[in-house]
């Protein structure tokens, strides 16, 4: 089994910043990508950004692309997302998640079902 935990939520104004934190333990040997994904109230759970965990490859949606930063740090687990230009529309709890799957079809990277692993989520409120 793999755990995950997200840290570095909090309330930031728009056009703030943050940065998030996920760490894994347990059985991380078997992680070959991490990724973010995001649920605001009423709204299904959305992709974010994912990283390779040996290579660093990554992709992000449309709506962070030019506006986050996704990064991993091997040697420590941890793996991170860097929020700039938030706006209102960001808020929402951000999920890690943890795929072993070597081979995700687009579709299946960009949802929910081609991840094993998922943390409890931090919140991310942006005020405007």
């Known amino acids: 089994q793999v755990q995950l935990v997200e840290s570095g939520g909090g309330l930031v104004q728009a056009g703030g910043s943050l940065r998030l934190s996920c760490a894994a333990s347990g059985r991380t040997f078997r992680i070959y990508r991490m990724g973010w994904f995001r649920q605001a109230p009423g709204k299904e759970r959305e992709f974010v950004a994912a990283i390779t965990w040996s290579g660093g490859v990554t992709v992000y949606a449309d709506s962070m692309t030019g506006r986050s930063t996704i990064s991993r740090d091997n040697t420590n687990n941890i793996m991170y997302l860097q929020m700039n230009s938030l706006r209102p529309g960001d808020t929402a709890l951000y999920y890690c998640?943890?795929?072993?799957?070597?081979?995700?079809?687009?579709?299946?990277?960009?949802?929910?079902?081609?991840?094993?692993?998922w943390g409890q989520g931090t919140q991310v409120t942006v005020s405007s």
């Open positions: 998640a943890a795929s072993n799957s070597v081979y995700l079809t687009p579709r299946q990277l960009r949802g929910p079902g081609g991840y094993d692993y």
